[in-house]
Each structure stands twice: as C-alpha cells, then as structure tokens.
C-alpha cells in the first residue's frame, strides 16, 4: 500500500513539475496565462462509506487550471499590435470555427483581412450604413481596404468674418475683382467638385452708402458667381439679413466634367463691429480624393482607415468577449480558448464599456507569467518528489527486512 500511496506522490510532484516547466517556457509568449496544478487527496471506499481507521490512497492532480490574470503591456509602435487592459477577450474566427485569444499581435493576409499568426481572422461588429454606429447584433471579419476614399463636393461654406463698422464706401465703382479699389475686404478658401479637383473661391466684402449694410461677391476660378448679395447688421452688430444668415448661391459649371458646385453660404458668426476686419472662421465640408495613410484602432476598439484628404472611415469595432467562468474555457493551442459547457455561454460587447477593458493600440500584454514564483513552484515540487522518492525506498527496506526474517 505504501508503494501505491508514494507512487501517486511521484506522479503529482512530476505533474507540477511539468506545469511549471510549460509555465517558464511560456514566459514570453505573448497574451499567455499561467497554469496552475491543483491537487486532491482520495480514500478508498466500499459501500459503507470510509471507515473511521482508514488511511489514505494518496494524492491525483484535481485540476490544471489557468490564471486569467493580467500580463504586463509592452509599446511597440505598430498599430495593429492591440493589448486589452481590463477583462475581455478578441474574438477570432478560422474557416467558421470561433475562438478566443488575449494575445493581439495581428497583421493582415494577402486579402487585407486582419489575422493572428495561424491564420485566423479578428472579428468585429460592422459599421451600420450611413450612420456612426455598429451592428453588434452581427460579426463579421475586419478587411483594411487599399481603394482611395471617393471625394466628396462642397455644399456648404461657412464664414465668420468681422466686417469694420468704421468701412469707408469704396471710391471705385462698379466692383471689380482685379481693383482692390472697388472693395474693402477679402478673403479666399479651398472648395471641391464632384470630382475631387481643388477651386479657389474668393469673397468679397463692399461697403455701400448705405449703413450697416454690404455687398458680398463671390467667386470660383475667378469667375462671379450670380451677383452681389445684400448682407446687412443690426446696430449691436449682429447679423440682420439675411434672416437665418444662410444664401443659396448660383451653381457653378466646371470645367473637369464634374457636376455643378452648388452650395450655401453660412454668414450666420458674421458680425459688424470696431473698425478691423477679421476672419474668425472659415470653413467647407468638401474634399478631394484620399489614399490610406494609415490604421487606427481607438480604447474603444472602432478600426479606423485614415485617408490623406483627412477623413477617416470606420471599418468595423473589435468583438469583445467574455465569461462567467473563463477557467472553463477549453484550451485550444496558439494562445486561443474554446467556449466549453463549463465555461458558460459567451457574453458580447466592446472595449471600454460595460465590464469590458478598454484596447491599446500599438501595444502588447506579455505573459502573466512570474519567473521568480516559478522558480520557487520548482524547487517545492522537486522537494516533494524526493521525499516521495524516500517513502518509496523506506518501504523497501522495511519490505527487505520482513523478508530477511527467519
């Protein structure tokens, strides 16, 4: 009996032993969690339950569990590098089958899909059409699109001037935009065509005879756009007309083949006071054509396409996942877990919300493993299987001496 009973001694301390081992070679694996063995001692019964002089059978490994706790998070400057600082786990997906991983360092394949090392592709929840929202009621695999961002046309311009109270009636009639005589301000701003091709539009601000009244002319490529619109102030220097401080301006041809600029100016932060002219804003909602300068993922986990045109179009928010109990979870290799009976059905949602963490991009979480505790399992486990090891050859001599009796 003694034999048996050590013998489970020998094979616990070696099962430790190979736990600890798995754990240091894993010390740089990133998004690993350590293990940990877990043991129960065990009697032997009949069906009258364990008698009271009964002694025990030894020792079994009860459970290899994993320590889901928090790895360090190194920098490393590479935006599809994401680490989560908190709970959650990425969602992954590998010719349809679903698995769950902490480890972030993805890259993406010859499609532009965002994948893992083995291949398997970062889910996310797809953006909702038209909106700034997304679908988590679906998954979907994140793509980086390589296409130029399409332009889009100016429809609106809007302009925060000061005009002078103090204005003099310019002294050259009727306005040109070739006789800085024949008006008393200006200023120019960067509109779009259909196409993307860049137009200059110039302002132009007259003082009439009239007070607290001026002419606005406008132009793009130099050409007049309608003619003169009437603007005029209330005496506090407000705005007076027009009412709600927006003119529908003529629609402009070009000469790319675009469709027609057509858009309104907003003079609604214009104002009339003092005797200097400023402009305190001035701004379009156009563009031109963009290429992809880069990727970025935010806390949230919203993948982002930057453009050289300065947009930036979301292509989908990082799945996160987690679970009641994510000891459960069935460990499937490549630093992924599988959702088991165990381990409770999957619980959806995205970073920095709700009990998820939040995502950093350019950034890795290392393993939890910690050498020095490591270090320390080993030398008890080793300590444990010599001195089962002794118990083994104690029982022999004892065993040797009964048999030497004569």
């Not at 090392?117 to 997304?134: D, E």
């Not at 779009?192 to 001026?214: C, I, M, Q, R």
């Not at 132009?219 to 003119?247: H, K, R, Y």
């Amino acid at each position: 009996m003694s034999f048996n009973i050590a013998l489970t001694g020998l094979n616990a301390a070696s099962a430790d032993l190979s736990v600890t081992a798995n754990n240091i070679a894993n010390a740089n694996t990133t998004g690993f969690k350590e293990s940990r063995a877990q043991f129960a001692d065990f009697f032997l019964s009949n069906a009258y339950g364990v008698s009271d002089t009964a002694v025990g059978g030894g020792v079994r490994v009860g459970k290899v569990s994993q320590q889901f706790t928090q790895g360090a998070i190194s920098v490393t400057n590479n935006s599809l590098d994401l680490a989560v600082s908190g709970t959650g786990m990425f969602t992954l997906s590998k010719n349809g089958a679903i698995s769950y991983s902490r480890a972030g360092q993805f890259g993406t394949d010859r499609d532009g899909y965002v994948v893992n090392g083995s291949g398997a592709r970062l889910q996310a929840y797809p953006p909702v059409a038209g909106g700034t929202s997304f679908d988590t009621a679906n998954l979907t695999d994140i793509q980086l699109s390589t296409s130029d961002n399409p332009p889009s046309p100016t429809t609106l311009l809007r302009t925060g001037v000061n005009l002078p109270a103090e204005a003099a009636v310019p002294v050259t009639t009727p306005f040109s935009s070739t006789d800085p005589t024949s008006y008393n301000n200006t200023t120019s701003v960067t509109v779009y065509d259909s196409l993307g091709t860049a137009h200059p539009a110039n302002l132009f601000f007259v003082k009439s005879a009239t007070p607290n009244e001026w002419t606005m002319h406008t132009q793009i490529d130099g050409n007049e756009i309608g003619t003169g619109q009437t603007v005029t102030f209330n005496a506090d220097g407000s705005l007076a007309t027009p009412a709600n401080g927006q003119i529908a301006l003529p629609s402009y041809t070009t000469t790319t083949g675009s469709n027609p600029v057509t858009m309104t100016l907003d003079l609604s932060n214009s104002t009339q006071y003092g005797n200097t002219f400023s402009v305190n804003s001035l701004t379009q909602d156009g563009y031109a054509t963009g290429r992809l300068s880069g990727i970025e993922v935010t806390q949230e986990g919203v993948v982002q396409a930057r453009f050289t045109n300065g947009q930036a179009t979301p292509l989908g928010q990082i799945a996160m996942a987690n679970f009641a109990n994510p000891q459960g979870l069935q460990q499937l290799g490549d630093t992924s877990w599988g959702e088991t009976f165990s381990s409770g059905p999957v619980i959806r949602g995205t970073a920095n919300s709700s009990n998820f963490g939040l995502i950093q991009s350019g950034a890795l979480e290392g393993s939890n493993v910690d050498i020095t505790k490591q270090l320390v399992n080993m030398i008890t486990s080793q300590r444990s299987f010599q001195a089962n090891a002794q118990m083994i050859s104690t029982t022999d001599q004892i065993t040797q001496t009964i048999i030497n009796i004569r």
